[in-house]
């Protein structure tokens, strides 16, 4: 409660630096990597040689497409740990922006979007959901609407930091479900703030698939890229 009042009370404040005036400067916005070009089409890593796809078929078979707007470093990763684990909500808002403007130049567009849920215990402590206040940005910035239910986790799962690709897929499958109607179709955007391997995305994108989802396009503010 307090957190979230000194969050609307105090002065903007760089995200990235600390420098006051908005949550997001001009020198660190200047600072942000880009992902490079080629991108490969399927997951959005960057690759060698631009090709259909870099292999992730195999593992990322729910997700028609995974996009990240930036290179998870620099002033976005502070960004992003300030959003998470200060309770800086305001940086939902700059940090949003950045991927809506990348799935835009993709012209990458869903009808709905829905936030990767944390664990009801990790929610509690946080007291929000960072993906859930981006969720809300880009509902307004790209006109998209709630789907009629939410997507839930239902166990609890470690965190995927410091673990291979295989341990991470293993680690998240079957752990979200849909609550709610039939998705009828609908394109999905299913949204978190960093995306490594894309295993909880394509997780996620599973649960939506067999609750009826038409194509489901992961979106991830920040990769990171090793
Ligand atoms: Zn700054
Ligand atoms: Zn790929």
């Known amino acids: 409660m307090l957190s979230r009042l000194t969050d609307l009370l105090l002065p903007p404040r760089c995200g990235g630096c600390l420098a006051i005036g908005?949550?997001?400067?001009?020198?660190?916005?200047?600072?942000?990597?880009r992902l490079q070009e080629p991108l490969c089409r399927r997951c959005g890593a960057e690759v060698e040689s631009a090709r259909p796809d870099c292999g992730c078929r195999v593992r990322l078979r729910s997700l028609t497409r995974l996009r990240s707007a930036v290179a998870y470093e620099g002033p976005v990763e502070h960004a992003i740990h300030r959003l998470k684990y200060k309770g800086w909500r305001r940086l939902a808002g700059p940090l949003a922006l950045l991927l809506a403007e990348r799935l835009m130049v993709e012209g990458l567009a869903a009808s709905a979007a829905v936030a990767v849920p944390l664990h009801p215990e990790r929610a509690r402590t946080r007291g929000f959901n960072q993906s859930a206040l981006l969720v809300r940005e880009l509902m307004v910035r790209m006109g998209l609407t709630e789907p009629p239910g939410r997507l839930v986790r239902t166990r609890p799962t470690p965190p995927q930091v410091g673990h291979d690709r295989l341990w991470r897929q293993n680690n998240v499958r079957g752990a979200f479900a849909w609550h709610g109607a039939d998705l009828g179709g609908r394109s999905i955007l299913v949204v978190d703030d960093v995306a490594t391997t894309g295993a909880t995305l394509e997780a996620c994108a599973a649960a939506l698939k067999a609750a009826g989802s038409g194509p489901v396009i992961g979106a991830a503010v920040a990769r990171v890229t090793v």
């Open 22 to 33: 908005t949550w997001l400067c001009e020198r660190c916005r200047g600072r942000i990597r």
